[in-house]
């Protein structure tokens, strides 16, 4: 069974940083592409950032170049998700999802996700 653990959300001011980590588990992670995923309130899912199982290709979300960053060690099948520069638009309910295969499908990039993580930036 699948199973992905977001944490290291919480609350952070405007102009903040935070660094989320996404455990995994129920499969072989070094086999898969993984994924960063968001919903806000009242919006439906939005993708943010994939990275291939190398850690050689990503791919980010036009709106959130330049201030997150994706990231994963095999060795510890975790994934991570930088986020620097937040601003309320950044609000949201923060996901990992595992890829469908080990480089990027855009027609389909990934299939499970976890349970997510609270991401509030307020003042």
């Known amino acids: 069974e699948v199973q992905l653990v977001e944490s290291g959300g919480g609350l952070v001011q405007p102009g903040g940083f935070l660094r989320l980590s996404c455990a995994a588990s129920?499969?072989?992670?070094?086999?898969?592409?993984m994924h960063w995923v968001r919903q806000a309130p009242g919006k439906g899912l939005e993708w943010l950032s994939g990275m291939s199982w190398n850690g050689v290709f990503t791919y980010y979300k036009e709106s959130i170049k330049g201030r997150f960053s994706i990231s994963r060690d095999n060795a510890k099948n975790t994934l991570y998700l930088q986020m620097t520069s937040l601003n309320s638009e950044d609000t949201a309910v923060y996901y990992c999802?595992?890829?469908?295969?080990?480089?990027?499908?855009?027609?389909?990039?990934?299939?499970?996700r976890g349970q997510g993580t609270q991401v509030t930036v307020s003042s």
């Open positions: 129920g499969f072989t992670f070094h086999d898969y592409s």
């Open positions: 999802a595992k890829g469908t295969g080990p480089y990027i499908d855009h027609g389909k990039p990934y299939d499970e």
